[in-house]
């Protein structure tokens, strides 16, 4: 029994030392090269954060970070994609892309993805990879070809000294648009936040939530989604303009609600207001909320194309983004405000530190208060739902 224990621990140990080498071997061949990493330039705070942690991994690994700012993220998935049709495995412009949910499911659909990397990173051992939001991006299963980066989730956001009592549903917030008419409003869809309000709609009305788990169906649409249309028929009218024009994004729905135009305004990022109130744009009494019954969550991810001239490269500037250190920094509201990635259980007291140092702001809610997330549809039932709004609420010329 000792001499089998004793080679059981000898194995382990093999295969940790075997693991250590293959990823200084991984360091060896980053050094010198330069990552060109995709992601949504739109926001001052993302792009300084990226822009210091490109700093820091460049002193610390010898990897240049250059971030392409794009504003559609499929856009740079078009030129992968015609690089596989065409034949082109390697010397690929994009190495790490910023993506998650239809744009994942587009690209390990048509192979656009390398190999599975996510349980080969040293940063990976704090995250728990069963987590049912990293196992499954829009209900597609990951299958480590993309890591967790960061978590999002549905909050509306409300003025306490305007509204006490915020509606705390869906039905309640139609009760509160019809008595207080021209006071809300969300984002046109297909704008991620106007999509993202249709989907909670959605699973608040709709009888058939275990459908919108599977891939869409034409055959399930009109069933699915008719509590959905007679829901926003009868919430338009009472809108802000009446429903008749709605804001380009929710920044613009944060400015109308800032300027007291609007009564609540939502947010992706649980900690979108306190950041808000930190940097001044938010009135101190602004506070957030989720619906009795749960809002949608889900995680972002980066991912590594099939045909990136920089892999090793790209694995050592997804590690460090995963590390404890850039993931609390990536969670202050003050830095950015994104939830983090990491079970802070798996972590040394001295990282949990990082995070308990954290000022989260007065508006962000405790992970009690935010509950279980509401998962995402499967990520195919997403153009339907987005053309299908066009179609009814503006016709074929919008």
Avoid: C
């Amino acid at each position: 029994m000792l001499i089998r224990l004793v080679t059981l621990v000898g194995l382990l140990f093999g295969v940790q030392d075997l693991q250590a080498s293959e990823w200084g071997d991984t360091e060896r061949r980053a050094r010198g090269q330069t990552v060109y990493f995709y992601a949504w330039g739109g926001s001052p705070s993302i792009n300084q954060y990226i822009k210091r942690w490109g700093a820091i991994v460049k002193e610390r690994s010898g990897v240049t970070v250059k971030h392409v700012k794009v504003d559609d993220i499929s856009l740079a998935i078009q030129g992968i994609q015609t690089a596989k049709r065409i034949g082109k495995s390697d010397q690929g412009p994009v190495d790490v892309l910023w993506i998650n949910g239809e744009n994942f499911a587009r690209m390990k659909r048509d192979g656009l993805l390398g190999e599975s990397f996510v349980s080969a990173l040293p940063s990976a051992k704090n995250i728990n990879l069963d987590d049912p939001t990293i196992v499954a991006d829009f209900s597609v299963t990951t299958d480590g070809l993309e890591a967790p980066w960061g978590r999002a989730r549905l909050v509306f956001i409300h003025d306490q000294e305007r509204m006490s009592n915020p509606p705390r549903s869906m039905q309640e917030m139609y009760e509160y648009a019809k008595e207080h008419p021209g006071r809300l409003t969300y984002p046109e869809p297909p704008n991620f936040h106007g999509t993202t309000f249709l989907k909670q709609v959605l699973l608040e009305t709709t009888q058939h939530i275990d459908w919108l788990s599977e891939p869409h169906s034409g055959d399930r649409f009109d069933t699915v989604t008719k509590p959905l249309w007679e829901f926003l028929d009868s919430l338009h009218p009472h809108l802000w303009r009446t429903g008749q024009e709605f804001p380009d994004s929710a920044e613009v729905m944060m400015d109308l609600f800032s300027d007291g135009l609007l009564d609540i305004a939502l947010s992706f990022n649980p900690n979108d207001a306190s950041q808000r109130i930190i940097d001044g744009r938010f009135a101190s009494s602004v506070r957030s909320y989720v619906h009795d019954g749960g809002t949608i969550g889900n995680t972002h991810f980066l991912a590594i194309p099939f045909n990136t001239s920089a892999r090793a490269g790209a694995l050592v500037w997804i590690n460090l983004l995963l590390s404890a250190e850039a993931q609390a920094d990536k969670a202050s509201p003050s830095v950015w405000g994104d939830p983090t990635v990491i079970d802070v259980t798996r972590l040394s007291e001295e990282d949990r530190g990082l995070f308990d140092s954290v000022d989260l702001g007065p508006a962000t809610l405790t992970s009690d208060a935010l509950g279980t997330p509401l998962p995402e549809p499967h990520a195919s039932w997403v153009e339907p739902l987005e053309v299908a709004w066009k179609e009814r609420y503006f016709g074929q010329t919008r």
